[in-house]
């Protein structure tokens, strides 16, 4: 079982900067992909981001594409989301995500991974 544990959520202005953090108590195999969503009340869950824990890929949803970047700590136990440029559309409960290499394959589908952390609000006005 792997236990994910996000922070750092906020409010913050239009056009600030935020970074998220997501500690893992597993460097197994099945916490390899980590990754970001996001959800809205109402409307479906969002993917954001997403990184192997132990090579260069990192894969970005449309919306945050060049805004956005996910990095990992050398410990590999931690995953980060630094936002930029941060716009109202941003506002929502941020999870962070974790599953074997092959979810990082599959373009952020939500239903791809099996563990999840409880969620941090970022609330952008």
């Known amino acids: 079982h792997v236990q994910l544990v996000e922070s750092g959520g906020a409010s913050v202005q239009a056009g600030g900067s935020l970074r998220l953090s997501c500690t893992s108590d597993?460097?197994?195999?099945?916490?390899?992909?980590m990754a970001w969503f996001r959800q809205v009340p109402g409307k479906e869950r969002e993917g954001v981001a997403a990184?192997?824990?132990?090579?260069?890929?990192?894969y970005y949803g449309d919306s945050v594409r060049g805004r956005f970047t996910i990095a990992q700590d050398n410990a590999k136990t931690t995953a980060y989301l630094q936002m930029t440029s941060l716009k109202p559309e941003d506002t929502a409960m941020y999870y962070c995500?974790?599953?074997?290499?092959?979810?990082?394959?599959?373009?952020?589908?939500?239903?791809?991974?099996?563990?999840w952390g409880q969620g941090t609000q970022v609330t952008v006005s």
């Open positions: 995500a974790a599953d074997s290499p092959i979810a990082c394959s599959q373009n952020l589908q939500s239903p791809v991974y099996n563990y």
């Open positions: 597993s460097l197994t195999y099945s916490s390899n992909c």
């Open positions: 990184i192997y824990r132990h090579g260069d890929f990192t």
